[in-house]
């Protein structure tokens, strides 16, 4: 019995470290070198306690760069239209619980498992950016055109075109595509969000599998006078 309870100690340490490493340890240690430019974007961070998401405001530039979404259906074009919502997750939770009503047991343990991945993306009108979910990050104009491009490469796509998910959406303003790479808990949606946030030249914590961890790590490694979640 003892020693279950040192081997059950032991992980819980483990455990702990890599938590604390994730937080507080940049990465990457060293920024990347962006062109030189005093020109900047605004992006927001978006929250729910077990997920986040990337919101770009829908300018030309955006717009332009995800064209090829509006096959799909995507009305990114609609009136009050602002920003777009991209989310990278496990396909059966993600599209199988829209609230927590929703839940189910399959869903939760292939989330805790491994699953195929997909991203949930959402035409959004005004967000209000002094929401406690919301957090506004600023980077170069260049970050943000290198985190479009790794946002875009995060779609699995057939002749060009992302990959819809018919019948897969929430409502008549989101709409779900089939995603790269496989799912599971240590390797998740808050881990993707960080590394895109890495891609627009932004530090984050070297692992990130909360939202909270990621809300600890931005404030601590790069910018702590912005809102927190």
Same mark, same amino acid.
């Given at each position: 019995?003892?020693?279950?309870?040192?081997?059950?100690? *032991?992980?819980? +340490?483990?455990?702990? #470290? %890599?938590?604390?490493?994730?937080?507080?340890?940049?990465?990457? +240690?060293? %920024?990347?070198?962006? *062109?030189?430019?005093?020109?900047?974007?605004? @992006?927001?961070?978006?929250?729910?306690?077990?997920?986040? $998401?990337? *919101?770009?405001?829908?300018?030309?530039? #955006?717009?332009?760069?995800?064209? $090829?979404?509006?096959?799909?259906?995507?009305?990114?074009?609609?009136?009050?239209?602002?920003?777009?919502?991209?989310?990278?997750?496990?396909?059966?939770?993600? @599209?199988?619980?829209?609230?927590?009503?929703?839940?189910?047991?399959?869903?939760?343990?292939?989330?805790?498992?491994?699953?195929?991945?997909?991203?949930?993306?959402?035409? =959004?009108?005004?967000?209000?950016?002094?929401?406690? =979910? #919301?957090?506004?990050?600023?980077?170069?104009?260049?970050?943000?055109?290198?985190?479009?491009? %790794?946002?875009?490469?995060?779609?699995?796509? $057939?002749?060009?075109?992302?990959? #819809?998910?018919?019948? %897969?959406?929430?409502?008549?303003?989101?709409?779900?595509?089939?995603?790269?790479?496989?799912?599971?808990?240590?390797?998740?949606?808050?881990?993707?969000?960080? =590394?895109?946030?890495?891609?627009?030249?932004?530090?984050?914590?070297?692992?990130?599998? +909360?939202?909270? +961890?990621? $809300?600890?790590?931005?404030?601590?490694?790069?910018?702590?006078?912005?809102?927190?979640?």
């Amino acid at each position: 019995m003892r020693r279950v309870l040192r081997a059950l100690s *032991a992980g819980f +340490l483990l455990v702990l #470290v %890599a938590l604390g490493l994730g937080t507080f340890v940049p990465r990457p +240690l060293v %920024a990347p070198s962006l *062109a030189a430019s005093t020109e900047t974007r605004e @992006i927001l961070l978006l929250s729910n306690p077990i997920h986040t $998401d990337i *919101a770009l405001t829908l300018d030309d530039e #955006v717009r332009a760069a995800f064209a $090829d979404l509006t096959p799909s259906g995507l009305p990114i074009g609609m009136p009050g239209a602002a920003y777009l919502v991209f989310g990278w997750g496990g396909r059966s939770f993600y @599209i199988e619980t829209p609230t927590w009503g929703d839940l189910k047991p399959l869903p939760v343990l292939r989330a805790l498992t491994l699953d195929r991945s997909v991203m949930h993306v959402e035409v =959004a009108g005004p967000i209000d950016r002094g929401h406690k =979910a #919301v957090r506004v990050l600023s980077v170069s104009a260049e970050g943000r055109r290198r985190m479009i491009a %790794a946002i875009r490469d995060s779609f699995q796509r $057939d002749g060009g075109l992302p990959l #819809v998910i018919e019948g %897969a959406a929430y409502g008549l303003d989101d709409a779900f595509f089939q995603a790269r790479g496989g799912f599971n808990a240590l390797a998740g949606c808050n881990t993707w969000t960080a =590394a895109m946030l890495r891609q627009g030249g932004l530090t984050t914590g070297w692992w990130t599998p +909360l939202p909270q +961890l990621l $809300d600890w790590s931005v404030p601590r490694i790069d910018s702590p006078e912005s809102t927190h979640f």
